[in-house]
């Protein structure tokens, strides 16, 4: 039987990768240290510029057609805490911020890219893309699909190891009120652009949840102009919206739009400057083709249930659906878990996604012998729908 990812130095590598802070933007320390790490093992790997001093880290297998890119991205929200930012195991469960979203995914597929690199050939034909940007603008990914096509990308991002071939669309929008700066004192009724802007909120997050049920939103970045003793003379808030994939984003839009201007007609003494910042839309993708089919094997090979869903947040896989590629995600961790103050991951569930993605790169390469790896177990990962 093949050797597959050695636990131990997984383990490792994830407490490496969680003791290195790299919030979006500063990703410079974690991705010296994982070019490091991949060239000790003597893989191919190339930093790829993504601006002055951020660089993704691609390997491709020489003289192969890459088929399948299995895509992770390094980067992670701010800490909740400087102090305990990480990492801490617990049982099984290892703490520390960004361990689900998503270094245990990439930790997994760091191991099984090495331990298939260290089998020899044939090589897979897998890709390994190490990203950076993600929790922010999605520079990185929006970097990688300028210089790379890959048919097909396997995204590490939270699932709890089940395969969504869907993923909702995301509408960020930007809303600034602004109004004529004056003594707090002097405040008069609707003319105060914080008490305009809470209304329009509040007005927005009724009518979405009147005409738009399905729609996910989310209120945040509330800000206003900070000098003491005033009535601010501009508020403005971020609102996000996730939309299902089937979902029309150019009428959500348009009806933003139009609800907004409506209040502004009706609030005359304030002005409104209501900004798209960002559209990304939604795709499915059918279940069939030859790397769903050997993923669908390596699942089943592993005892793993096959239960797809579609992804509830953003992610690189809308960047990487617009420039042409078919994204699946599917890694450790589950969503309640990201960007949460005791952030975890089980280490059990990293260990598995990487001996999946082992596996279906052997499947891909034809390499597999017909031995059947150990199953998954009793504590097999629940989908979380």
Known sequence: MTRGPDPERLKKLLLRLLDTYSPSGKEEEITDLLFGYLRRRGLPVKRQAVDENRRNLVVLPPDVEVRLALVGHLDTVSAYDLERYG???????????????????????????????????????????????????????????????FPWALIGEPTD???????????????????????????????????????????????LTRRRPELNYNIRDLFSSQAGFIVPDRCEARLDIHVPPSAPLGEIAADLEEYVSGFQKEHAETRVDFRLETIDAGYGLPEKGAVVGALRRSCEKLGLPWDPRSFRSHSDANRLWAAGMKPVLLGPGRLEKAHAPDESVSLEQVILASRLYHELGRTLAGADDGSTPQPAGPHAPPSIR
Not at 103 to 122: F, Q
Not at 170 to 178: F, N
Not at 184 to 198: F, G, I, R, T, Y
Request: glycine fraction near 10%.
């Open 87 to 149: 990492p801490e195991q617990r049982g099984d469960e290892v703490v520390g911020l960004g361990a689900a979203d998503m270094k245990g995914g990439c930790a997994a597929m760091v191991e099984a890219y090495v331990s298939l690199w260290e089998a020899g050939p044939p090589r897979p034909p897998l890709a390994l893309a190490l990203v950076v940007g993600e929790e922010e603008e999605g520079d990185g990914a929006a970097r990688l699909a300028e210089e790379f096509h």
């Open 161 to 207: 190891l089940a395969p969504c071939f869907s993923h909702f669309g995301y509408l960020e929008v930007l809303i600034c009120t602004s109004g004529q700066r004056r003594h707090a004192s002097l405040a008069e009724k609707n003319q105060n652009p914080v008490e305009a802007l809470l209304n329009l909120l509040l007005g927005i997050t009724r009518f």
